[in-house]
């Protein structure tokens, strides 16, 4: 993997390698966003499709679906407006981040009306648009297609991701009414490149994985290696986080809710977050858990019959989290 200039951004050359992704900006924008770019640099070998969409809605959605009928997209991505556009493009593998489920009641709240600046250039060299209450109208009317003709396939292909600190948009309950996939990343309304690495790039990697039908081998984390004594992250395990899910299907191991589990789950939505989310196990038996490896803290007592490999965080021979980390660098994936 190369790293790139921006500290936060990597490329995965294999990540989506072969594939086509259609990105759908989001109002005002165009297919030169700063997401565009993202997307480009993290999957040098993926073909991303990031066509400008016209302001008329009707237009937009009727120019997505025969780009969909056309290109085939292995997967769909987008954002705010281009997000509830993503929600009715039925049939594909989507990502729904911050979606503009109500765009009219969206633009009339936060003052989307009258002469509008586009925020980044667009191929026709147009730089401005006016929106007025016939368009205001139109958007609400195609922002009412949504739901339409969702099917049960259909709705385990389309994830969800909300920013906790997004001030602009909130359709998070709507979109839970109708679909399962659907969590908070810290992050705000527009991405940056920590909150799109960190969020956005996981899920990315589980669609490509269930499309190849690739099966990684298995890491289990108990939850009690990964904090300090004050209940903050030890140190270099964020670092370590990232780095394992880039080769390993990673589990958090933690007591039952009525065992305090409760708490473990905060904690992993405060300092792990989308990689913690549906990747979490509660079980009192830890032994039991078949898979490759399992990283626990020698406090957690004998575990004897485990079918994982065992790693005692603590222990003279991983002492650290970089021992841990220098530990499977060596297995490079194995």
């Known amino acids: 993997m190369e790293m790139t200039e921006n500290p936060y951004v990597k490329q995965y050359p294999e990540l989506m390698a072969g594939k086509t992704i259609l990105y759908c ?7 030169q966003s ?5 997307l480009r640099i993290v999957m040098p070998n993926a073909r991303v499709i990031a066509p400008d969409l016209p302001v008329d809605p009707h237009e937009a959605i ?18 705010s407006m281009g997000g509830m556009y993503t929600e009715q493009l039925r049939g594909f593998d989507r990502i729904c981040i911050n979606p503009a489920l109500e765009i009219a009641e969206t633009m009339r709240a936060h003052g989307m009306t009258g ?34 003709g969702l099917t049960p396939e259909d709705e385990q292909r389309v994830y969800g991701l909300f920013g906790d600190k997004d001030d602009l948009v909130d359709t998070m309950d709507i979109f839970c009414q109708h679909y399962s996939q659907a969590t908070n990343f810290h992050g705000e309304h527009r991405m940056d490149d920590k909150s799109y690495m960190h969020s956005v790039v996981p899920v990315i990697r589980w669609i490509d994985d269930k499309q190849e ?24 395990v964020q670092k370590a986080v990232r780095l394992l899910i880039e080769h390993y299907e990673v589990f958090f191991v933690a007591p039952p809710p009525f065992h305090g589990g409760w708490t ?5 939505d405060d300092y792990i977050n989308v990689p913690a989310w549906r990747h979490t196990i509660f079980t009192p038996r830890r032994e039991l858990l078949y898979g490759d490896y399992l990283i626990v803290s020698p406090q957690q007592g004998r575990l004897e019959g485990s079918l994982a490999t065992l790693l005692e965080y603590g222990s003279d021979t991983f002492k650290t989290w970089e021992d841990i980390i220098e530990y499977f660098s060596r297995l490079g994936g194995q």
């Open 62 to 79: 009727a120019l997505l679906h025969t780009i969909c009928e056309q290109e085939k997209p292995d997967l769909i991505i987008g954002t």
């Open 25 to 31: 900006h989001g109002f005002g924008s165009s297919g």
């Open 213 to 236: 039908h690739r099966q990684r081998p298995i890491i289990y984390i108990g939850i009690e290696t990964m904090m300090d004594a004050y209940q903050k992250p030890a140190s270099s």
């Open 115 to 148: 002469t509008q600046q586009f925020q980044n250039p667009r191929q026709d060299g147009v730089q401005e648009f006016y929106v007025d209450k016939a368009l205001v109208k139109a958007y609400r009317e195609v922002s009412e297609q949504r739901f339409i």
């Open 34 to 38: 700063g997401t565009v770019e993202r």
């Open 264 to 268: 473990e789950i905060a904690w992993l």
